[in-house]
């Protein structure tokens, strides 16, 4: 009789093999979930969540017309329009998570949020917690003129007299501009809307102001026009760091609704 020992090292060299078959096709998968996730899990644990939920909890700082703000104890405005209309392409309802700004990433950290949909600017320093969406709107400062003017680029302020608001960021820009172009700067506003109202009555040539001023007088004002974007300040939706797969959701949405023209319909309801 042959000796057991022998009879089972085929075996065990058999069993051994197949152990490290088996470990290389995990260590296979995970090189390629790696990849296939930009770095992350192949599996988004928060898109999960909220699919099992059916709703997703956005965060959001109200009272910052007009993208966010609260009307007989329901949350109103741009950015809880676009929350619905992109949770709706996800097939989802919206839980909204009223949240102080500062506090907003931290909704995130601690998953007491899946999104934050704030007039949140785009902040790459905060990558290390947080994924962004495609930018949705740019509150940058704007330069505005009356169409009847010979205004039609930053070049032309030469000499003509420009409001801005003291102490603004559109002041702040005015300033610098200043110092290469020989403009007549005013700053004897106490906000945009005050040296916007100055432009329209003909007290000075142009206005330095951010675009959601800009939008919401030239909606009332169409004797005025933005001739220019000075600046950019992009807002973003963001979402856990994690959260690979809804980013792609969220992006998709984005650009479903932009082709459908939601945008348009939001600046027309909103800015005004």
Excluded at 8 to 20: E, H, L, N, T
Excluded at 161 to 169: E, H, P, Q, T
Excluded at 183 to 198: K, M, P, V, W
Excluded at 239 to 260: G, H
């Amino acid at each position: 009789m042959l000796n057991e020992s022998l009879m089972s090292q085929p075996f065990a060299r058999s069993g051994r093999d197949i152990f490290a078959l088996a470990l290389l096709l995990v260590y296979a998968f995970l090189a390629w979930s790696t990849q296939a996730g930009g770095g992350a899990a192949s599996f988004d644990a928060t898109l999960v969540a909220a699919e099992a939920r059916g709703s997703l909890r956005v965060a959001v700082d109200l009272g910052f017309r007009p993208f966010t703000d609260l009307q007989n104890s329901e949350p109103m405005g741009y950015d809880i329009d676009l929350a619905r209309a992109v949770a709706a392409k996800l097939d989802l309802d919206v839980t909204f998570v009223p949240t102080g700004f500062d506090a907003l990433y931290d909704t995130l950290v601690t998953g007491r949020a899946d999104v934050i949909a704030s007039a949140l600017p785009y902040a790459p320093e905060q990558g290390f917690r947080a994924r962004f969406s495609q930018i949705y709107f740019d509150a940058g400062q704007v330069l505005v003129a009356p169409r009847a003017s010979s205004i039609a680029e930053v070049g032309d302020l030469a000499t003509e007299r420009v409001a801005v608001a003291l102490g603004s960021d559109a002041d702040a820009l005015a300033r610098r501009l200043a110092s290469t172009l020989p403009l007549r700067l005013d700053s004897n506003f106490d906000d945009a809307e005050t040296a916007i109202a100055a432009l329209a009555a003909g007290e000075v040539d142009a206005v330095i102001v951010d675009s959601v001023s800009a939008l919401i007088a030239l909606a009332e004002l169409s004797d005025l026009h933005i001739v220019a974007a000075l600046s950019s300040e992009p807002y973003v939706l963001a979402v856990p760091y994690d959260a690979f797969q809804l980013q792609a959701e969220i992006n998709r949405a984005l650009d479903e609704l932009r082709a459908e023209g939601f945008f348009e319909r939001l600046n027309e309801k909103w800015m005004r």
